[in-house]
T-cell receptor, first 113, second 113 residues
Framework: DQQVKQNSPSLSVQEGRISILNCDYTNSMFDYFLWYKKYPAEGPTFLISISSIKDKNEDGRFTVFLNKSAKHLSLHIVPSQPGDSAVYFCAATETGTASKLTFGTGTRLQVTL | KAGVTQTPRYLIKTRGQQVTLSCSPISGHRSVSWYQQTPGQGLQFLFEYFSETQRNKGNFPGRFSGRQFSNSRSEMNVSTLELGDSALYLC????????????FGPGTRLTVT
C-alpha cells in the first residue's frame, strides 16, 4: 500500500521554465512533508520541507505547496536549471516517529537547454 | 565535516547467504536509519537506531536486523538472502532521534544472484 505517491515517473522541462513535481498521500496522520533530490551514485539530499500547519514554504528557487484537504503537495522550481536534473522524492512523516520517512517512488526531472 | 559513509559500496551475494552492511554517521550524530531502495517500491524504511537502541521499525521480515555501537556506527544484516533483496541500501544519520532533516550516505548496492 503506497501511502505516498508520485504518479509522474519523469518530467522534462526547458531551462528557465517552471518545473512542477506532484505528490499525493493517503495517510491523514502525516504532518510533515519533505522533498529530497538524488543524483546518480549519491544518496538523497534534503531540499525543502513543510509542516502541515502551513500551506506554502519557499527557499530560493524552490517552493513547496501543501493542500491538506486534497492530500496533495507540489514542488515548484523556478527558473529550472540544467543542474536541477535529478530524481526528486517526496517524503512524509508523523510527529513522534519523525525519523521514519515514507517516500514516494520518485520523479526524474530532466531540464533541457 | 565528513559525510555519512557506507561500506562496501557494491556487493554481490548468492541466494541463501547472509550479508552485513556498515554505516558510519556524521560525527556527532547519534541516530542512524536504514532504507531499502528498489525500482518498484522506492525507498522503504527499515529501522532506526539511537543510542544503541532500535527506536522505529518498518515492515520488513525478521531476516533484516541491525545494531548500533557505542560510537554510533551501525550495521545492518540480512540473513538467508533472496533475489528480491537486491537493492540499494541507504543509511541516513541525524543528531537526535526524531530530527526531521536526515543526511544520507551514498548507499550500498547489493546484488543477489
Amino acid at each position: 500500500d503506497q501511502q505516498v505517491k508520485q504518479n509522474s515517473p519523469s518530467l522534462s522541462v526547458q531551462e528557465g521554465r517552471i518545473s512542477i513535481l506532484n505528490c499525493d498521500y493517503t495517510n491523514s496522520m502525516f504532518d510533515y512533508f519533505l522533498w529530497y533530490k538524488k543524483y546518480p551514485a549519491e544518496g538523497p539530499t534534503f531540499l525543502i520541507s513543510i509542516s502541515s500547519i502551513k500551506d506554502k514554504n519557499e527557499d530560493g528557487r524552490f517552493t513547496v505547496f501543501l493542500n491538506k484537504s486534497a492530500k496533495h503537495l507540489s514542488l515548484h522550481i523556478v527558473p529550472s536549471q540544467p543542474g536541477d536534473s535529478a530524481v526528486y522524492f517526496c517524503a512524509a512523516t508523523e510527529t513522534g516517529t519523525a525519523s521514519k520517512l515514507t517516500f514516494g517512488t520518485g520523479t526524474r526531472l530532466q531540464v533541457t537547454l | 565535516k565528513a559525510g555519512v559513509t557506507q561500506t562496501p559500496r557494491y556487493l554481490i551475494k548468492t541466494r541463501g547467504q547472509q550479508v552485513t552492511l556498515s554505516c558510519s554517521p556524521i560525527s556527532g550524530h547519534r541516530s542512524v536509519s536504514w532504507y531499502q531502495q528498489t525500482p518498484g517500491q522506492g525507498l522503504q524504511f527499515l529501522f532506526e537506531y539511537f543510542s544503541e537502541t532500535q527506536r522505529n521499525k518498518g515492515n520488513f521480515p525478521g531476516r533484516f536486523s541491525g545494531r548500533q555501537f557505542s560510537n554510533s556506527r551501525s550495521e545492518m544484516n540480512v540473513s538467508t538472502l533472496e533475489l528480491g533483496d537486491s537493492a540499494l541500501y541507504l543509511c541516513a544519520s541525524s543528531f537526535l532521534s526524531g530530527d526531521l532533516e536526515q543526511y544520507f550516505g551514498p548507499g550500498t548496492r547489493l546484488t543477489v544472484t
